[in-house]
């Protein structure tokens, strides 16, 4: 791909292009060192060349110090199994759609100082703890030690594509009160538990193997019967 030195923005999403070729005075270049393309800042990650090893040492992606903005999807590649933030990450290029939960992707782990994201248990949230932004789908759930996934105390937010692909059996949004779009879809869950902050289900949805809802008897909005979803007033 060769880009004249105008282009302000790159939006690519499959990792295959093979090379980029930057116009003298281009807002991006190729490093060199680690062979990704950056914003000339070095402040964003612009693109990861699929089957790049560089920047991986067995299996770990760890982000470049200096980063701030990061695209998640960059992460579509099969050697990379963790992403590990550097201290000076500080968001993604679109903060409501954290697709880095790709099914190869088993712990995501943030380096002591960063202000804004913090790991608990492979999980990523951000550092007050009351967004979650991704579990790591590769963690084959439904056959190992992780079948149920209980948000922590506190998290009252889940964004887009958080828990989608989710592998496990039964889901426990515990506090959340906002789930966003297509933030729980296509996983193997059985069961999903919820608290009495969440008004609706928006968010959730194409979960062929759900067959039981709880619902905390506070919820406000919402009751459960026998594992049936009903409102509050029926």
């Known amino acids: 791909v060769i880009l004249p030195k105008n282009v302000n923005f790159i939006q690519l999403s499959d990792g295959y292009v093979a090379k980029f070729t930057f116009s003298e005075g281009s807002k991006f270049y190729v490093n060199p060192e680690d062979g990704e393309v950056y914003s000339t800042d070095g402040k964003e990650q612009v693109y990861h060349f699929r089957g790049n090893a560089k920047r991986i040492k067995n299996g770990v992606y760890e982000i470049k110090d200096g980063v701030e ?13 963790r992403i590990k933030f550097s ?30 994201f913090k790991a608990v248990d492979g999980v990523l949230y951000n550092k007050a703890g009351t967004i979650l932004y991704m579990y790591p789908r590769g963690r084959n759930t439904a056959c190992s030690t992780y079948p149920t996934y209980k948000v922590p105390d506190g998290v009252t937010t889940v964004l887009g594509n958080s828990l989608s692909g989710f592998k496990g059996t039964e889901i426990d949004l515990n506090e959340v009160a906002t789930v966003k779009d297509q933030a729980i879809f296509n996983t193997s869950m059985q069961t999903l538990r919820i ?13 062929g193997q759900l067959t039981y809802i709880i619902i905390d008897e506070d919820n406000p909005h919402m009751q459960s019967d026998n594992g049936v979803l009903f409102s509050k007033d029926k």
Request: glycine fraction near 10%; charge should be negative; charged fraction near 20%.
């Open 87 to 116: 201290s000076t990450v500080k968001q993604f290029r679109n903060s409501n759609d954290c697709k880095m939960g790709y099914d190869k992707i088993v712990e995501y782990s943030v380096v002591e100082g960063n202000e804004y």
């Open 69 to 81: 903005i990061i695209r998640t999807a960059n992460f579509i590649d099969g050697i990379i199994t």
């Open 195 to 207: 608290g009495n902050n969440l008004e609706n289900l928006n968010g959730i949805g194409s979960n």
